[in-house]
């Protein structure tokens, strides 16, 4: 029991970060490890910190991407409203 403890405890491997940036490079693959990382039982304890992180920023930047789409949105509509308010459409009769 306390030898499984102690592999969670170990430090990350160079090589092991190498792959591990690269298995979360992979789209839908990547955020799946992230979660089986974080919350699963067999990552060892500075790899399931850094999961945890990464999830954590992810939801950030996805919160942020958000809200700077729905900004977009409400600009480029009022630009749009506001171009075609102006327009005289009566030369296509």
């Known amino acids: ?6 592999n969670k405890d170990q430090t990350v491997s160079i090589g092991e970060w190498v792959i591990t940036y690269i298995i979360t ?17 067999d990552a060892k304890t500075s790899k399931k910190n ?6 954590i920023m992810a939801v ?16 480029f509509a009022s630009v749009f409203e506001n171009m075609f308010e102006n327009m005289d459409f009566s030369s296509f009769n």
């Open 60 to 75: 950030i930047g996805a919160v942020i991407g958000i809200i700077f789409a729905v900004l977009f949105a409400a600009v």
């Open 50 to 55: 850094w999961a945890i992180a990464a999830l």
């Open 25 to 41: 490079a992979i789209p839908l693959v990547g955020f799946i490890m992230l979660l089986v990382w974080a919350f699963g039982s």
């Open 1 to 6: 029991m306390s030898e499984m403890y102690q």
